[in-house]
């Protein structure tokens, strides 16, 4: 019967491992920054409210009983990564590069984070990958990539 051949079909796909599932768990937060060797009005103090999509690859655990069965991992948990990892460090903050001086002499006493690049949304990007890689990846599962957005039609996407 055409059913049955469609699941051996699906099975073998299985066992070969061409198949995978990526979930994905999104991040917002209010951020300040400035290009400062931007040809236009980049190179003035400004902010975005900038979006992060992690993306997840793995295997969904099939251990019996667990809190994780079913899962490539608890949507929750990653929540508290990229609360811990991003957006406590950035929200309402103002990030600039470090050898931004005017930049840094400008914020005086205010709250900043400085940063070793120019923080434009390829940076951040990047910055925000390193950030998490460590406390997702497993045997089971690996930080894939991520997606930042600085405005609602431009992103930057870093991984593989
Ligand atoms: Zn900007």
Same mark, same amino acid.
């Given at each position: 019967?055409?059913?049955?051949?469609?699941?051996?079909?699906?099975?073998? #796909?299985?066992? @070969?491992?061409?198949?995978?599932?990526?979930?994905?768990? #999104?991040? +917002?937060?209010?951020?300040?920054?400035?290009?400062?060797?931007?040809?236009?009005?980049?190179?003035?103090?400004?902010?975005?409210?900038?979006?992060?999509?992690?993306?997840?690859?793995?295997?969904?655990?099939? +251990?019996?009983?667990?809190?994780? #069965?079913?899962? =490539?991992?608890?949507? /929750?948990?990653? @929540?508290? *990564?990229? *609360?811990?990892?991003?957006?406590?460090?950035?929200?309402?903050? $103002?990030? !600039?590069?470090? &050898?931004?001086?005017?930049?840094?002499?400008?914020?005086?006493? $205010?709250? @900043?984070?400085?940063?070793?690049? =120019?923080?434009?949304?390829?940076?951040?990007? &990047?910055?925000?990958?390193?950030?998490?890689?460590?406390?997702?990846?497993?045997?089971?599962?690996?930080?894939?990539? !991520?997606?930042?957005?600085?405005?609602?039609? /431009?992103?930057?996407?870093?991984?593989?």
């Amino acid at each position: 019967m055409p059913k049955a051949r469609e699941d051996g079909y699906r099975k073998i #796909e299985f066992r @070969r491992g061409k198949m995978k599932t990526i979930i994905t768990k #999104e991040l +917002t937060w209010h951020m300040g920054h400035r290009v400062p060797n931007h040809k236009s009005k980049c190179r003035n103090p400004h902010g975005h409210t900038y979006k992060l999509e992690a993306y997840i690859e793995g295997d969904v655990i099939t +251990t019996a009983g667990i809190s994780d #069965e079913g899962m =490539v991992q608890d949507f /929750s948990d990653i @929540r508290r *990564t990229l *609360t811990t990892r991003v957006y406590d460090l950035l929200d309402h903050n $103002f990030m !600039v590069y470090d &050898k931004d001086k005017p930049m840094v002499e400008a914020l005086g006493k $205010f709250q @900043r984070f400085e940063v070793p690049f =120019v923080p434009t949304a390829e940076n951040i990007a &990047k910055w925000c990958y390193e950030q998490l890689k460590n406390d997702i990846d497993t045997n089971q599962r690996q930080l894939k990539g !991520v997606k930042l957005w600085e405005t609602p039609t /431009s992103t930057a996407y870093y991984g593989k």
